[in-house]
């Protein structure tokens, strides 16, 4: 049978215009109704180019009205980028179709966000072609912009004034630019032709000195903008434009309490260009410059603070009878991070009468932070199948935890031993609802959600797990015998990781014995550990039954790392195998302590042909090589870290292994450290939300955690450096803090630019602030020495000298800095020289 809408698959605009021509309304309707069961059916089908024209002129010469379509044209399968728009006009004036301007409105309404050049022309077109009013809508004013900045080759050769000065939509369009959020980041391209930069202000402001554009209306926009705020890169062509402008004197006096406004709270760029506007005006209102310069003088913008106070200097000696209130008013910036600010703060304040307290008293001090409060209790255990399916829900449609994925865990064993037939009604829905998070992700060794949705499964229906018995028996088999690759053993994954995938196939293969009482492995407390006497008490409830292997195994993994005879002998008398296995687990102590190598690796060799990837991988990375001690036995290869890639990343997954091994903080660490580093040397958001978990587990850190502390200091993304401050006094106040080895590893980092060093400032000056300056000193301590001997210092090297002086006279602790002196003792006055003065002068105290 053939396909009445064949035209449309080849695009056949002539075979369009011919089947909507000449017909009647009866055949018109029986038409329509085919178009738009035909254009379901290709639900996942692109139109675009002639198909798109074919499918426009269908749809304007058959659909009965706007609204219907505006439905099939603005499909997002449907691309209108290239539409001949004129073609479909004269099939709508042969139909005699009033609602064509309608649709024009209703296809603005549909145009991409992302993208509003798709179909802007189609419908600027239709509206030019109707002689209706401008569409105003954020998506039509983008479409415009873009089209500015990127015109059709025909228009490229005309600069983009004259191209203004001729566009239809000129005037309508140009008042909404002041309006509509981001509208400034599409307004700061270049001249396609010429690369001039920031065209499209200059074309404004030459438009508006030819009076083709109203100049008032310009100005007032800008200053309303800036007022109205947004992202900083969205403000730059306001700023521009409005310098462009050059306000007159009575124009920035009318705008005077603007500018004050704009100068105490917008985004440095605009602040200053407010400042610079305002002190080019006589007559600035004392009592209003003052309340501005308060908010002004904390800001971190050096540059923006440092010309406030010259001003507010200027206006002390204008105004003598009001040159205390003004030093007071300078006094704001003696706390000011940069100490260069502070100092000429300092000598301001009492040039003008205002005396500045000392802002550290020298004496002996240390840290002053609460104690550790431990590891909060685990949440109860799941008893209703309810409960576990509303569980399941968040594990399957949200990011997996930790505590969530061991709650429902130990819940699927302990329910599907009592009502299954409430469990399944349970489960089901949850499972049919979120069958996308149930499914495995081949793409993603990582992934559990395909591992725990067939668990689910198994313990809702035995016949469904019986399906999947197969597959998890085989995975266990992989694990005793090692093989590499295999199921359960991807290479690619690392050993905390195949323990988990290893668990959930054990859980699913063995789920459903009555009254089973639960997982051993079940946790304890929040971070994962397992009360030595509460898995005595599991097992001994347990008896002959027969420990699960891998259930076990985890659980002995989640033990303090300490040796217990008494309980060790209390469990050998069970007289059971995984009595036995804790025995032995106790006497040892836990796992053996590998050994643990730093290693720098470079970036791995260039793939054939095109290698974007490789273009944005750091040049080396330094890692932690961990391998067993010699002669011991390592079965699940915990003990093995190898060097790994620079391009390795695991994502949140990461976030699940300090709960594998709780007691064990230096391994997690080596295993996590590759993802860490990524959020420093790759500016990968999320990488150090590890840190904080990392520092509530037990056992020794090592040199990877040192290294984690230190990359997570320098990372991209405040998040990430929030969590390192976290993580840092956790461990300062729990006593596990190595600050020298962690300041040795920035140091060396930043030395050689794997690391941004200016990222750390912030940080330590946080973590000095909330009770740890004896810490933060000795870790500048040993970062210095780095970066005082590099060839070229590292950006951000004064601010750390800064910092060090303000904690080494915080503290009173001696403590020498190789190459401060040398470095001290150079002539000249910049600001790494005096810099080091300042803080060799504070260790002479």
């Given at each position: 049978?053939?396909?009445?809408f064949?035209f449309?698959?080849r695009?056949?605009?002539g ?7 000449g ?6 309707r029986s038409f329509?109704?085919?178009l ?10 692109w ?11 269908a749809a ?6 706007a609204?219907a ?5 603005g ?14 006009v ?12 309608e ?8 145009l ?14 239709l509206?030019?072609?109707?002689k209706?009013?401008?569409?105003n809508?954020?998506?039509f004013?983008e ?15 005309v ?6 000065r ?29 690369d001039?930069?920031?065209a ?21 926009g ?5 007022l ?16 462009l402008l ?6 920035v006096?009318?705008?005077r309490?603007?500018?004050l ?10 602040a200053s260009?407010?400042q610079?506007t305002?002190?080019?005006?006589d ?89 550790p ?35 429902v865990?130990d ?34 060794p ?26 998890w ?11 590499p ?39 304890t407390?929040a971070?994962?550990?397992i009360?030595?006497e ?9 008896g ?9 195994t ?11 005879e ?6 050998a008398a ?9 025995a032995?687990?106790?006497r ?58 620079v ?8 976030l ?19 993802d ?36 997570g200091l ?8 929030v969590?390192?401050?976290d ?17 040795a ?11 941004t ?33 590099a ?43 005096t ?11």
């Amino acid at each position: 049978m053939i396909d009445p809408f064949e035209f449309l698959v080849r695009g056949d605009i002539g075979a369009a215009v011919q089947a909507v021509t000449g017909l009647d309304e009866q055949e018109r309707r029986s038409f329509a109704d085919g178009l738009v069961a035909h254009v379901r059916r290709r639900r996942d089908t692109w139109w675009w180019n002639n198909e798109a024209t074919a499918l426009a002129v269908a749809a304007v010469g058959c659909l009965p009205t706007a609204a219907a379509a505006a439905e099939v044209l603005g499909r997002r399968n449907v691309s209108l980028r290239g539409a001949d728009a004129g073609l479909v006009v004269q099939v709508a004036r042969t139909r005699g179709v009033p609602w064509l301007a309608e649709l024009a409105y209703r296809l603005v309404d549909r145009l991409r966000r992302d993208d509003p050049m798709d179909g802007w022309g189609f419908v600027a077109e239709l509206v030019t072609a109707e002689k209706a009013a401008t569409p105003n809508g954020d998506q039509f004013v983008e479409g415009w912009l873009a089209l500015m900045a990127w015109p059709p080759e025909w228009q490229r050769p005309v600069p983009l004034v004259d191209r203004l000065r001729a566009d239809v939509f000129l005037d309508a369009l140009v008042p909404r630019l002041f309006e509509v959020d981001g509208a400034g980041t599409r307004m700061s391209f270049d001249e396609l032709m010429t690369d001039e930069k920031l065209a499209l202000p200059r074309a404004l402001a030459r438009l508006a000195g030819e009076g083709r554009l109203d100049r008032t209306m310009l100005l007032d926009g800008c200053v309303s903008r800036l007022l109205r705020g947004d992202r900083p890169a969205a403000l730059r062509a306001f700023v521009t434009l409005h310098a462009l402008l050059e306000p007159t004197a009575s124009e920035v006096d009318r705008h005077r309490g603007d500018y004050l406004r704009l100068l105490a709270d917008s985004p440095g760029s605009v602040a200053s260009m407010a400042q610079k506007t305002l002190r080019a005006l006589d007559g600035v209102e004392v009592e209003g410059l003052l309340d501005a310069s308060r908010a002004v003088l904390v800001r971190p913008d050096k540059a923006l603070v440092r010309a406030q106070l010259g001003w507010l200097d200027q206006l002390a000696r204008r105004h003598p009878d009001r040159a205390a209130e003004i030093a007071e008013v300078i006094a704001t910036a003696v706390d000011h991070p940069a100490a260069d600010v502070r100092d000429r703060a300092d000598t301001l304040a009492a040039r003008h009468g205002h005396v500045v307290a000392p802002r550290f008293a020298v004496g002996a001090a240390g840290d002053d932070l609460p104690p550790p409060a431990g590891p909060l209790p685990a949440p109860p255990a799941i008893t209703d199948p309810d409960e576990l399916a509303e569980e399941a829900a968040s594990l399957l449609g949200g990011p997996m935890t930790a505590s969530g994925l061991e709650r429902v865990l130990d819940a699927v064993v302990r329910v599907a031993g009592g009502d299954r037939a409430r469990l399944k009604d349970a489960l089901i829905p949850v499972l049919r609802r979120h069958r996308a998070g149930a499914e495995e992700h081949p793409w993603d060794p990582y992934s559990l959600c395909g591992l725990l949705g067939g668990v689910l499964h198994a313990a809702a229906d035995p016949v469904e797990g019986g399906v999947r018995r197969g597959r998890w028996a085989a995975m266990l088999a992989a694990l005793r015998r090692r093989t590499p690759g295999g199921p359960s053993l991807d290479p690619r994954v690392p050993p905390p990781h195949r323990l988990l995938r290893a668990r959930l196939a054990e859980i699913g293969d063995r789920v459903g014995p009555p009254q089973h009482p639960g997982l051993l492995a079940a946790p304890t407390t929040a971070n994962g550990t397992i009360d030595p006497e509460v898995l005595y008490d599991r097992l001994t409830r347990l008896g002959q039954r027969g420990a699960w292997e891998v259930d076990l195994t985890q659980a002995l993994l989640r033990l303090p790392a300490r040796v217990d005879e008494p309980l060790a002998a209390r469990a050998a008398a069970l007289g059971t195998p995984a009595g036995d296995r804790l025995a032995g687990w106790l006497r040892a102590g836990g796992l053996p302590t590998p050994d643990q190598r730093v290693v720098t690796l470079p970036r791995r060799e260039r793939r054939r042909g095109y290698d974007w990837a490789h273009e944005h991988l750091p040049r080396q990375r330094t890692h932690v090589l961990v391998s067993p001690p010699e002669g011991v036995d390592d079965p699940f290869g915990l003990l093995t870290v190898p060097a790994g890639s620079v391009d390795s990343y695991v994502g949140g997954a990461a976030l699940l292994w300090p709960a594998v091994l709780p007691g064990y903080r230096g391994l997690v660490a080596a295993y996590a450290l590759p993802d860490i580093a990524s959020g420093a040397d790759q500016d990968l958001s999320g990488s150090a939300a590890i840190l904080p978990l990392l520092a509530e587990c037990g056992g020794d850190g090592g040199p990877a955690v040192d290294l984690a502390l230190a990359y997570g200091l320098g990372a991209r993304h405040e998040s990430d450096r929030v969590a390192a401050v976290d993580a840092l006094l956790m461990l300062a106040a729990a006593g596990d803090l190595d600050a020298p080895t962690v300041g040795a590893h920035l140091g060396a980092l930043a030395a050689v630019g794997d690391l941004t060093l200016t990222r750390t400032l912030q940080p330590l000056r946080d973590a000095a602030a909330a009770g740890a300056p004896l810490s933060i000193w000795r870790l500048l301590a040993a970062a210095l020495p780095a970066l005082l001997a590099a060839p070229k210092a590292a950006r951000g090297t004064p601010d750390l000298l800064t910092l060090a002086a303000e904690t080494a006279g915080a503290t009173g602790a001696r403590i020498d800095v190789p190459g401060l002196a040398e470095v001290a003792a150079r002539g000249g006055s910049n600001r790494l020289v005096t810099e080091a003065r300042r803080l060799a002068a504070a260790l002479d105290r």
